[in-house]
């Protein structure tokens, strides 16, 4: 069974850090572009990150520095490392696979159009 399954999410303070993982079953990232997005309490969903197969990253502007993509060797769990959390990032983080293998041009918003996403985990930053 086709699947993403998200995993790390935590309570942390201010300033911690917190890896993610999201697990791909039947398909790795040469397959397609895999995207992180998150949802606030309230607010819209929002991409924070693309990651390709040709070795393309992006990131949002209120992530860039903080937070690193990468993947394991099989390519078929990305990670999401969070460094000098903020409470504004307080979200349920999401995977989702784009139905191309590279990044598309609106990567970083959530249209709806992916092949497959997980449940999402929860990550809570305090002050």
């Known amino acids: 069974q086709v699947q993403l399954v998200e995993s790390g999410g935590d309570l942390v303070q201010s300033g911690d850090s917190l890896r993610l993982s999201c697990a791909a079953s039947?398909?790795?990232?040469?397959?397609?572009?895999i995207g992180w997005f998150r949802q606030a309490p309230g607010k819209e969903r929002e991409g924070i990150s693309c990651?390709?197969?040709?070795?393309?990253?992006g990131y949002v502007g209120s992530v860039k520095g903080r937070f690193t993509v990468s993947a394991d060797n099989a390519k078929t769990t990305i990670y999401l490392q969070m460094n000098s959390l903020k409470p504004e990032d307080t979200a349920r983080y999401i995977c989702a696979t784009y139905t191309t293998r590279t990044c598309p041009l609106d990567w970083s918003q959530w249209t709806g159009s992916y092949l497959y996403w997980g449940r999402g985990t929860e990550v809570t930053v305090g002050s």
């Open positions: 990651i390709s197969e040709s070795g393309f990253i």
């Open positions: 039947e398909f790795t990232l040469d397959d397609y572009a």
